[in-house]
């Protein structure tokens, strides 16, 4: 590897600034662009907080499933349509849905994209991730 003479100099200028030397970054801070807040209850007991990003191209399904623990789900690309007993909702790129214990659901991605989510899951120790339903 070359050292060119502005590294040197960029070096020699820094070592004599010592401790003063203040740096600067062109590219700005990280920013938050979406917070979103879910009460969630849990027994006493050991948990493992597992996280994935899950892709889903245009026109897929993830098939019915319950989980062993509570779900937290951000969509950051495409959309997703979440249906349960309730009813359905879709939530597009940026938005949150949580995934209650035991709860009967599906997922379709009607969009044109691929979605891409980032799926957090607390499940008790020895309890199913996922448990597909017929």
Same mark, same amino acid.
């Given at each position: ?38 009460? +969630? ?38 959309? +997703? ?54």
């Amino acid at each position: 590897m070359t050292v060119s003479r502005w590294h040197v100099a960029l070096f020699l200028l820094v070592a004599l600034a010592g401790t003063s030397a203040v740096l600067t970054y062109a590219a700005a801070p990280p920013r938050i662009v979406g917070t979103a807040k879910f009460p +969630i209850t849990v027994k006493a007991g050991d948990y493992d907080l597992l996280a994935q990003v899950a892709e889903l191209p245009a026109g897929s399904m993830f098939p019915k499933h319950t989980h062993g623990g509570p779900v937290v789900v951000q969509v950051i690309t495409g959309q +997703i349509t979440i249906v349960d007993a309730s009813g359905e909702k879709t939530v597009k790129a940026g938005g949150m849905f949580t995934e209650i214990p035991g709860v009967v659901h599906w997922a379709v991605n009607r969009g044109p994209v691929t979605t891409r989510l980032a799926v957090s899951y607390l499940i008790p120790k020895g309890a199913e991730v996922i448990t597909f339903v017929k």
